[in-house]
């Protein structure tokens, strides 16, 4: 069954997310960073794509890890807007997260995810 329109929307923010990881660890690459960093910030951009495209094909069993991945981002984000100090990097990355994490909860996912 197809996922309703909040989460084929949260899905496509996950999407960004994954895509972005994608893009800084190609730079991290060329800042000449070691393996360990690049390579780490690689495989968890290309999860995030995996997990968009389940989610976009209506798998539901991506839904979890989707989640996941917004918590972590946005205890992220917010470690970077208050105590870094950088709330032009934190704020836009806590306000996208939050909105993804409610396209993943709000009553529609949900009971797609229930079915």
């Known amino acids: ?18 895509v972005v990881g994608v893009v800084v660890a190609a730079l991290l690459v060329a800042a000449g960073v070691v393996f360990s960093v690049w390579g780490f910030v ?4 290309l999860a995030l794509v995996v997990v968009a495209v389940a989610l976009l094909r209506g798998q539901r069993s991506a839904r979890g890890p989707a ?9 992220c984000a917010f470690y970077a807007a208050v105590p870094s100090g950088r709330p032009e990097w934190g704020v836009p990355v806590l306000l996208a997260a939050a909105v993804v994490l409610y396209g993943l909860l709000c009553a529609p996912a949900r009971a797609w995810a229930e079915e």
Request: charged share 10%; glycine share 12%; net charge positive.
């Open 1 to 18: 069954m197809t996922p309703p329109r909040p989460v084929r929307l949260a899905a496509l923010g996950v999407l960004a997310e994954g």
């Open 42 to 45: 690689a495989l968890l951009g």
């Open 67 to 75: 989640l996941v991945a917004q918590l972590l981002t946005i205890g």
